[in-house]
């Protein structure tokens, strides 16, 4: 699982990544609030570890940022702050968890994994893109029409609207959409690509999704 890292005390952040690379994650590590969106605008991650205290954006900066454009990854907040109020406010941007320093390592690890085990619960329930809107609640696909998606179909493209800023490869889409099935393959992802451009079509849809079997995959709308 693949977590993005963004802590700017450079000590702490690398005992933090050594931690999480010990437990078995690919860390990518940053050290100020833009690297962190431009990471997130290049990849998708598993879980996202916040600083709130990071020059250029602050941690809450970030995350209202990130929630605004639809990337709802479980985030967890690191704050030297103890006041209430601090706890509310990431809270309220969209926070799922947040620890105060000084923390001990041992539940620094222990909060990672638990936002990793809760992943598929973190999506909003109705998501949009271009001119549809994806319902988790009845996996309907709507626009001038409505229709009612496969739960691969939706899990699909759910995950290219979560990560609509950026390409998508086909690795990741069998890791998070057919995880634990066996046979899954470059030549299923190309299959329900092609279920969902007839569907989008179908629905009078202005978005497209673009790539190649085996490739990458993004959304784009047209005009």
Not at 113 to 130: E, H, I
Not at 171 to 199: C, F, M, P
């Amino acid at each position: 699982m693949k977590i993005l890292l963004a802590e700017d005390t450079r000590d702490l952040n690398r005992v933090e990544t050594v931690a999480l690379e010990h437990e078995g994650f690919d860390v990518d590590s940053v050290f100020d609030g833009e690297e962190a969106l431009d990471k997130m605008s290049e990849n998708g991650y598993d879980a996202i570890v916040l600083d709130i205290m990071m020059p250029k954006k602050d941690g809450l900066e970030v995350l209202r940022e990130m929630r605004a454009r639809n990337i709802v990854t479980p985030t967890l907040m690191l704050t030297a702050k103890t006041e209430i109020d601090d706890r509310v406010a990431g809270l309220d941007a969209g926070a799922d968890d947040y620890l105060t320093k000084p923390f001990a390592m041992k539940e620094f690890l222990a909060r990672v994994r638990a936002m990793t085990r809760r992943k598929t619960v973190y999506a909003a329930r109705k998501l949009k893109f271009g001119d549809f809107s994806l319902d988790s609640e009845n996996f309907e696909l709507a626009c001038e029409n409505t229709m009612r998606l496969s739960v691969k179909e939706f899990e699909l493209l759910q995950t290219l609207v979560l990560n609509s800023d950026h390409d998508v490869d086909t690795d990741y889409l069998l890791e998070h959409v057919w995880e634990g099935v066996d046979n899954a393959d470059g030549e299923t992802v190309w299959l329900y690509i092609s279920y969902l451009r007839g569907k989008l079509k179908s629905i009078a849809s202005n978005v497209l999704i673009e790539g190649e079997r085996d490739g990458n995959y993004r959304l784009v709308t047209e005009g």
